[in-house]
């Protein structure tokens, strides 16, 4: 069946480090890809999003390619601030519009 | 704009009493809305798909006479935990759409004694 499976946390890293959260996913068809951002005591916030193969999502200095032939859809940023504390899920959506989301990867960044 | 709202934030209820959650689309009408659940330190599991105006979609493995879903208006859904016992405690949140997005309120905590 369709799942996305992404990196185990929790991930911690100090101000300035290169982050990446690798996410893969299994599905029929071409399933638009998304990461969601769990801030501290609030909801999940978009963070990006790449609807084709190829595409390049990005917003607040992260980025994800849609890479089709690895079905992958890592999360990047090359240097993260101790705001960017959060968990991040990889989610992917079907063509009925429900979200699938991954397990979520909790990163700490100390300054 | 596209904001979602929750209500109660929190709430904690004896084993055996039914508690209702609200969801509004604050700035925008909703034809279809979703309500998850998520356990601590896991992600959230989809429940069920509520339509405006027509009976909710429930996903395999959840009880649609345990949980009542109402989508009355373009604005409000509402998830009635009926009878609810310790093992229903968790995080419940609700997502509306607008396009073909998905728009998240705050959650609401659930705590059965």
């Not at chain 1, 917003?59 to 890479?67: L, P, S, V």
Request: proline share 3%.
């Amino acid at each position: 069946g369709n799942s996305v499976t992404q990196m185990e946390g929790p991930v911690t890293l100090s101000e300035e480090a290169f982050l990446t959260i690798n996410c893969t996913y299994t599905a029929t068809g071409y399933p638009s890809l998304f990461w969601y951002v769990q801030y501290p005591g609030e909801g999940l916030q978009l963070l990006l999003k790449a609807t084709k193969a190829d595409d390049k999502g990005s917003n607040k200095g992260f980025e994800a390619t849609y890479r089709k032939e690895t079905t992958s859809f890592h999360l990047e940023k090359g240097s993260v601030q101790v705001s960017d504390s959060a968990v991040y899920f990889c989610a992917y959506r079907s063509n009925d519009y429900k979200l699938s989301f991954g397990a979520g990867t909790t990163v700490t960044v100390r300054a | 704009g596209a904001v979602v709202s929750q209500h109660p934030s929190r709430v904690i209820c004896k084993s055996g009493t039914s508690v209702k959650i609200e969801c509004r689309s604050l700035d925008f009408q909703a034809t279809t809305m979703f309500w998850y659940r998520q356990f601590p330190k896991q992600s959230l599991m989809l429940m069920a798909t509520s339509n405006e105006g027509s009976k909710a979609t429930y996903e395999q493995g959840v009880e649609k006479d345990k949980f009542l879903i109402n989508h009355a208006s373009l604005t409000l859904s509402t998830l009635t935990v009926t009878s609810a016992h310790p093992e229903d405690s968790s995080f419940y949140i609700c997502s509306a759409r607008q396009f073909n997005e998905q728009f998240f309120g705050p959650g609401t905590r659930l705590t059965v004694l």
